[in-house]
């Protein structure tokens, strides 16, 4: 079992070009997030989804967009990338209900430049 | 506003002993509270859960304890080992999402 797979790992863009990260876990678990991790700023919720067909904002939603495809999948797509979004991307998955810890994928090192 | 803040400098202590880490928060009232550790390169990987009803929780050689009251937790490391070295990340529980501080690296001597 993997857990949680994101793909890619890396990736450079140019500013202006769009690109969609993609996370798929095979725990059958049904909330799936994705943060954004810079240095000294610890984790920060970009977005996340408690069920297959739902998606809510976290504290850093502008300039991305998410689409929960299915239970097993959760994409993070960045339209126009800019030189603010360069992070380490992760994708994160629980159980549903309270007390349930998080599994988090290896992350996507994005630059943009 | 709503804020975690975990110990701002890195912690370095010698082997063999205990590391205490530090997570305060401001403007949240969690069920829960979690802790994480992250390795270069990595995403975290889940230690520890405290309730919000609970006071302390031990697991091998980590303790943590969770004071509603002050808005802290505390986590404890015994009989530190190098292979302890990394960074630990809080994490609160509230209304389905995991919000995290920002992280303490704490490095073990030999």
């Known amino acids: 079992n993997a857990g949680v797979t994101q793909t890619p790992k890396f990736q450079v863009l140019k500013t202006g070009q769009s690109m969609t990260l993609q996370c798929a876990q095979d725990?059958?678990?049904?909330?799936m997030y994705w943060y954004r991790q810079d240095p000294g700023m610890g984790l920060r919720l970009i977005y996340y989804s408690a069920s297959e067909g739902t998606t809510d904002k976290g504290e850093v939603p502008n300039g991305y967009n998410v689409s929960r495809l299915n239970k097993r999948e959760f994409s993070l797509r960045l339209e126009s990338a800019a030189p603010s979004q360069t992070s380490v991307y992760f994708c994160?998955?629980?159980?549903?209900?309270?007390?349930?810890?998080?599994?988090f994928g290896q992350g996507t090192r994005l630059t943009v430049v | 506003s709503q804020k975690i803040e975990q110990n701002s400098e890195a912690l370095n202590i010698q082997e063999g002993k205990t590391a205490t880490l530090t997570c305060n928060y401001t403007?949240?009232?969690?069920?829960?509270l979690q802790w994480y550790r992250q390795d270069p390169g990595r995403g975290p990987v889940f230690l520890l859960l405290?309730?919000?009803?609970?006071k302390e929780k031990r697991k091998e050689r980590l303790k943590v304890t969770f004071d509603t009251t002050l808005k802290q937790s505390l986590f404890h490391i015994t009989a530190s080992q190098p292979a302890d070295s990394a960074t630990y990340l809080c994490a609160l529980g509230q209304g389905g999402k995991l919000i995290f501080g920002q992280g303490t690296e704490l490095s073990v001597k030999p």
């Open positions: 994160a998955i629980s159980d549903q209900g309270e007390y349930t810890e998080a599994f």
């Open positions: 725990m059958n678990h049904n909330s």
């Open positions: 405290i309730r919000e009803n609970e």
């Open positions: 403007n949240y009232s969690p069920a829960y």
